[in-house]
């Protein structure tokens, strides 16, 4: 596997791939946060075009991504996370709206947990998923990063102290 990181808005992500395509996007907080196993070798060059298109995404210029990528799960977590890049920029569906999308309109909380087991956030959108009160539901990089990413594909400006929180050490970062 090759890693690489990428300052962004939002933090440092790390960026991991191997042969067949983008496998991983790690954020620096939040509950899927995991530091990269020794063994996977730095290569900074494998990753102009992921580079390129999240700068893109964050700078308000691309509503899709075009890469190749290569989540490794079931059958069922990969169909959701096709779903996922179903939802239009800027919009939102709850987890039961996702299920029934799938034909299985009684398995929100399946949906949910393969949504959060995502392991490319941002560019397969689960942040882009919320509960069936409209309330912002969990989100491994954390509630304020997801609050953020939605803010900002609506085209509603940055969140005042996104950065502060941070790092002030909030590593869920609870909004």
């Not at 939002?10 to 196993?37: C, N």
């Not at 999240?54 to 169909?79: C, I, K, V």
């Not at 709206?97 to 299985?104: Q, S, Y």
């Amino acid at each position: 596997m090759h890693i690489t990181t990428h300052d962004t808005p939002i933090g440092t992500l790390t960026l991991a791939a191997d042969e067949v395509g983008l496998r991983h996007i790690i954020f620096p907080q939040g509950s899927r946060a995991f530091a990269a196993p020794e063994h996977w070798l730095p290569n900074p060059g494998r990753f102009d075009a992921v580079r390129q298109q999240l700068d893109e995404y964050f700078d308000g210029s691309r509503q899709h991504f075009s890469l190749p990528l290569a989540p490794n799960g079931t059958d069922f977590q990969n169909a959701v996370w096709q779903a996922l890049t179903s939802i239009d920029y800027a919009s939102t569906c709850s987890y039961g709206d996702l299920a029934r999308r799938l034909g299985k309109p009684g398995a929100s909380r399946a949906v949910g947990a393969a949504n959060g087991a995502n392991p490319l956030p941002i560019i397969i959108p689960c942040h882009r998923v919320i509960g069936a009160s409209g309330r912002l539901t969990g989100f491994g990089g954390g509630l304020l990063t997801k609050q953020w990413l939605l803010s900002h594909e609506r085209g509603e400006g940055q969140l005042f102290g996104f950065e502060a929180t941070i790092q002030a050490g909030d590593p869920e970062n609870r909004v």
